[in-house]
């Protein structure tokens, strides 16, 4: 089976690539546990997206795909963006996180709860000119935490169309709309250049 390699250590996104690029065997930082911690300092989704899949594609010296990815909420200025995973600490905690952001939003009426995920991913292979791909999906976030499924901010981002969270939806349903979803759409419309 052809193998695809992708610079995260999030086993959420790993149980969606899984899915997301059937046929295919994923393999992941997990799989590499002697390479060090890849520091996340860009300033972009894109930055990051880059530093993460070309510094695995340098030390294994294959192609490697990233995401970084996010919430972007419109009263918050587009906060918590690039600092999604550690919005409230290091521990990189998913319940605090979404507290965090429940009650930044307290007084904010669901008209203005206005938000969206955004996602970047990025193909690097050596000697090649790194690529980025995006996706986003847009949604709500809700007043409380509803749904088990997913990961991270899935229980308080609302999808009015659906009337659930998305982590009330399958694994299938969300991975028909997410911004993950979205961005994997971009990069297989180009997968001959990747030889995939
Ligand atoms: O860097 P890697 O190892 O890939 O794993 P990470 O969890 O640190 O991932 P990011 O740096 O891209 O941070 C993204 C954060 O944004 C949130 N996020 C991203 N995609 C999401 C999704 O599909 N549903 C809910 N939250 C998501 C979640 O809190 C993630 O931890
Ligand atoms: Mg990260």
């Known amino acids: 089976m052809k193998e695809i390699v992708i610079a995260t250590q999030n086993k959420g996104k ?45 030390h294994i010296n294959q192609m490697v795909i990233a995401d970084d990815s996010g919430l972007q909420v419109d009263a918050l200025d587009g906060r918590p963006g690039v600092y999604s995973a550690r919005y409230a600490g290091e521990s990189k905690n998913d319940k605090n996180n979404m507290e965090k952001v429940l009650m930044e939003l307290k007084d904010v009426p669901s ?5 969206r995920f955004i996602c970047l991913i990025a193909v690097a292979s050596p000697n090649q000119e790194t690529k980025l791909y995006k996706g986003t999906c847009e949604g709500m976030i809700a007043t409380e ?5 997913g990961f991270g901010y899935d229980p ?5 169309e659906l009337d659930r969270t998305m982590a009330q939806l399958t694994a299938e349903e969300k991975n028909k709309r997410s911004h993950r979803a979205n961005a994997l759409k971009e990069l297989l419309a180009h997968q001959r250049e990747w030889g995939l």
């Open 14 to 58: 790993i149980a969606e690539f899984k899915q997301l690029f059937h046929g295919f065997e994923i393999r992941s930082l997990l799989d590499y546990p002697t390479i060090p911690d890849i520091v996340e300092d860009g300033e972009t989704f894109a930055e990051n997206a880059a530093k993460k899949a070309e510094t695995l594609a340098l």
């Open 111 to 115: 008209e203005d709860r206005t938000a």
């Open 145 to 149: 935490a509803r749904g088990a499924n």
């Open 156 to 160: 308080i981002f609302y999808i009015p």
